[in-house]
């Protein structure tokens, strides 16, 4: 695994509904930017203008080379409706050495 270690992420996402998250989600995954999408329902409390808000919403968690994490986040950007979306990487510390590198051949792309 110490080849490995460093090389691979996870970004966490959330969106205002369903949707949304499976488009951006299958827009990662078709460019090769995230290996993977696991989707799922949430609830949330935050704090928007003042305001403390609670709403349903969904989130994703994306499994993507580290390296790449700008072009995931710029790519997100470019589809996302909020103004200003959760978009926030985490280092995988450890993992098994066939699925870490199951992210990365799923996320190679030809220069």
Not at 22 to 43: D, H, M, Q
Not at 49 to 67: T, Y
Not at 76 to 92: F, K, M, Q, T
Request: net charge negative; glycine share 4%; with cysteine.
């Amino acid at each position: 695994m110490d080849n490995m270690v460093g090389k691979v992420s996870t970004v966490l996402v959330t969106y205002p509904d369903e949707k949304t998250a499976r488009t951006i989600s299958r827009s990662l995954v078709e460019r090769r930017l995230a290996a993977c999408s696991n989707i799922f329902a949430i609830g949330s409390i935050y704090r928007w203008d003042g305001d403390v808000m609670e709403d349903p919403e969904f989130a994703s968690l994306l499994k993507i080379r580290s390296e790449d994490f700008q072009a995931v986040a710029e790519a997100i950007r470019e589809l996302h409706p909020y103004e200003v979306p959760c978009i926030v990487r985490y280092d995988v510390a450890e993992g098994p050495e066939d699925y870490l590198s199951w992210v990365v051949d799923s996320t190679a792309r030809s220069p």
